[in-house]
């Protein structure tokens, strides 16, 4: 139904910043919740930030809050997300995904990434130190 992809990972220097594109395609029509995730090696994949259908409404995981901005250009069929202040532990590879569920489970103790479908194919963000 949609298809994400993501763009915009690469090498950066530990404190640079980087911002990551996940563009939609296919049934793009209708505004949807999206997020970002992340995956380093050997670690789950976890949250790193949440937007809503209009861009109103934002969520930052505390390990990000404060460096990265989640923001949306739905004329685009686009979201972003601006990163700054880039640790070593920001390293990971970075997903997009539509949100179906409500941002309650983003928040909550189980596993948010069950709220998330059409998942992007990832982009990689390597942090030199």
């Known amino acids: 139904q949609v298809q994400l992809v993501e763009s915009g990972g690469g090498l950066v220097q530990a404190g640079g910043s980087l911002r990551l594109s996940c563009a939609a395609s296919g049934r793009t029509s209708s505004s949807y919740a999206m997020g970002w995730f992340r995956q380093a090696p050997g670690k789950e994949r976890e949250v790193v930030a949440d937007?809503?259908?209009?861009?109103?409404?934002?969520y930052y995981a505390d390990s990000v809050k404060g460096r990265c901005t989640i923001s949306r250009d739905n004329a685009k069929n686009t979201v972003y997300l601006q990163m700054t202040s880039q640790m070593h532990k920001d390293t990971a590879v970075y997903y997009c995904?539509?949100?179906?569920?409500?941002?309650?489970?983003?928040?909550?103790?189980?596993?948010?990434?069950?709220?998330?479908?059409?998942w992007g194919q990832g982009t990689q963000v390597t942090v030199s130190s």
């Open positions: 937007i809503n259908w209009s861009g109103g409404s934002t």
């Open positions: 995904a539509v949100r179906r569920g409500p941002r309650s489970i983003v928040t909550s103790t189980s596993d948010p990434a069950t709220a998330y479908d059409n």
